[in-house]
């Protein structure tokens, strides 16, 4: 029988494994992440495009190296406080209000997710942290 309510924080645990920064077709980066990234890391953002990020159709992505991981993975994320917001709100993403078995379908790679709950329970802590998150961009 799954639990009932757990809080956002207790439903996500990052296990650091770095399987999310491998594949998957890429983190898309918006202007705000390609501004915030190029001044943490010292480089002119037109040069950090060209160097660091990719083409995804009409998106720019963080360039994937060969063995198929984020640029920016060493081990650990190198640009953890200004990583892309796609990169910020996992796993606590729209699509999972869209249909919440997208939620299991995301722990299948992520080990850090739980799905020991019930779907209501993860669609109220991935709206909780999305609104959580809007207030923090608005700021
Ligand atoms: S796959 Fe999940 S547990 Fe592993 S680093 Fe990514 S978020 Fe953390
Ligand atoms: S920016 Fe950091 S968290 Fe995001 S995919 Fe790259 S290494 Fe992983």
């Known amino acids: 029988m799954p639990s009932d309510w757990v809080a956002p924080e ?3 645990n990052c296990q650091k494994c770095g399987d999310c920064c491998k594949g998957y077709g890429g983190t898309y980066v918006s202007e705000t992440d390609i501004d915030a ?3 943490y890391i010292g480089e002119d953002p037109e040069r950090f495009v060209a160097v660091y990020c990719s083409r995804s159709g009409k998106k720019l992505i963080l ?3 060969k063995d198929g991981y984020c640029i920016f993975w060493d081990l650990i994320c190198t640009i953890h ?3 892309p917001r796609m990169c910020k709100a996992w796993p606590f993403i729209e699509s999972i209000l869209v249909d919440s078995i997208n ?3 995301l722990a299948d790679s992520c080990p850090g997710i739980r799905t020991d709950v019930s779907a209501r329970t993860v669609e109220k802590c991935v709206r909780k942290m999305l609104s959580k998150k809007d207030r923090h961009d608005d700021q």
Do not use: A, E, G, N
């Open 10 to 12: 207790h439903l996500f």
């Open 37 to 39: 990234i190029s001044r």
């Open 63 to 65: 360039t994937q190296r």
């Open 81 to 83: 406080p200004v990583k």
């Open 103 to 105: 939620w299991r379908i």
